[in-house]
Nanobody, 124 residues
Framework: QVQLVESGGGLVQTGGSLRLSCALS????????MGWFRQAAGKEREFVAS????????SYANSVKDRFAISRDIAKNTVWLQMNSLKPEDTAVYYCAVDRRGLGTRLSRFYDAWGQGTQVTVSS
């Protein structure tokens, strides 16, 4: 059973940066896809970025492309989300999730293990 724990959220001014971490416990498999999602107050959860656990291929939502970067360290069982040039509209609870079937979709329903979330607030 994989467990995920996020950290690194906080309050930052517009234009600032934050790096979120997601620590995985339990056995991992090469076909896993790791994803970051976010949910703003009153809105649906949305895809942010994903990375193939073994190959390292990445995918980004258009709204964060060129500002955010997802990466992972297999030896440390950790996934990061580096967020630069933050905007007030990036304010949300950010969740780390794993797609254990390796489908590589952007749909949250295909991710079957989730962390507890970490709050990111960007002030204007």
């Amino acid at each position: 059973q994989v467990q995920l724990v996020e950290s690194g959220g906080g309050l930052v001014q517009t234009g600032g940066s934050l790096r979120l971490s997601c620590a995985l416990s339990g056995r991992t498999f090469s076909n896993y896809v790791m994803g970051w999602f976010r949910q703003a107050a009153g809105k649906e959860r949305e895809f942010v970025a994903s990375i193939n656990w073994s190959g390292g291929g990445t995918s980004y939502a258009n709204s964060v492309k060129d500002r955010f970067a997802i990466s992972r360290d297999i030896a440390k069982n950790t996934v990061w989300l580096q967020m630069n040039s933050l905007k007030p509209e990036d304010t949300a609870v950010y969740y780390c999730a794993v797609d254990r079937r390796g489908l590589g979709t952007r749909l949250s329903r295909f991710y079957d293990a989730w962390g507890q979330g970490t709050q990111v607030t960007v002030s204007s």
